[in-house]
């Protein structure tokens, strides 16, 4: 068995970027998570959830935040998949920026939100990214020791393309920082993440803020995991949890094999091709 032992960090979002780094110091000295392979963190760590805050909370490439995670990375031996952050460019542009470190700390993978959520749900639910940050244009997946993983950040994986994109670059495992609201979340969630887990027969890792009634944009949480048979591996509640998975690569060839969609697909009727590539 090729087994991945992972530990979802569902956090509260504190107004204090220097809180919302040390708790998670603390939760890695944690004995429980000594022998995690994977540690992963949601969108919008270390900045609460609001467009005006993404300005104020960003930060340059390699900044604090930036700097604090990879040294967490080393110090634990641990590959980290440190959420996102709000990242402003040398042009002065701001993005949602999701990071990932190695088990030595060095950054391995770096995806920039390419699917700014503007939203406006009637009685629900409005919000508009784009009123401070810019859009990315990668298709993001990176080498690990155990297989390749595909990296995007919440509204991204709503788009069956870049979920199929990742894959055709050989992704098994797909991770998704996130924060659904208290709208999108209970109707769409679970569902989400169990259709492109099933459709591309990967396992995909959503991690998501825990629910804080007080703020101004309300997480539904529910941090999750499913299986490459389109099955719900771990779900969370809305609570401030660290939950300890393992799952079990060998599955997924397994079920590819088995029900081999990616094999069927009719690629004399159609293509799916990334523009910048």
């Avoid at 709000?86 to 920026?97: C, H």
């Avoid at 208290?182 to 990967?202: C, K, S, V, Y």
């Avoid at 799952?247 to 004399?268: F, N, T, Y």
């Amino acid at each position: 068995m090729k087994i991945i032992k992972i530990a979802n960090l569902q956090l509260k979002v504190y107004a204090d970027k220097k809180e919302n780094v040390n708790q998670i110091r603390r939760i890695l000295e944690k004995d429980e998570l000594a022998e995690v392979d994977f540690i992963t963190l949601p969108e919008m760590f270390n900045c609460p959830y609001q467009t005006s805050n993404f300005p104020v909370y960003a930060e340059e490439d390699q900044g604090e935040t930036w700097t604090a995670c990879a040294e967490l990375a080393r110090k634990h031996n641990v590959y980290l998949s440190a959420g996102s952050i709000p990242e402003r460019d040398s042009k002065g542009l701001i993005y949602n920026t999701a990071y990932v470190f190695d088990r030595n700390g060095n950054q391995i993978g770096k995806h920039r939100k390419a699917h700014l959520f503007d939203i406006a749900v009637s009685g629900g639910q409005c919000f508009k990214e784009s009123d401070t940050l810019t859009a990315g244009n990668e298709v993001t997946v990176f080498d690990t020791e155990f297989c390749k993983v595909g990296l995007c950040i919440c509204y991204d994986f709503r788009f069956p393309e870049l979920a199929r994109l990742m894959v055709q670059e050989g992704a098994e495992i797909i991770l998704v920082p996130a924060a659904f609201n208290m709208t999108t979340g209970p109707a769409h969630w679970e569902t989400m993440f169990r259709q492109r887990a099933l459709d591309n027969q990967i396992y995909a890792i959503g991690t998501a803020p825990a629910r804080d009634t007080s703020s101004g944009y309300i997480s539904w949480g529910h941090s999750i995991i499913t299986g490459p048979w389109g099955d719900i591996i771990m779900q969370m509640d809305e609570k401030e949890t660290v939950k300890i998975t393992e799952i079990d690569l060998d599955v997924v060839s397994k079920v590819r094999a088995e029900l081999p969609l990616l094999a069927h697909r009719r690629l004399d009727m159609y293509t799916l091709k990334a523009a910048n590539k």
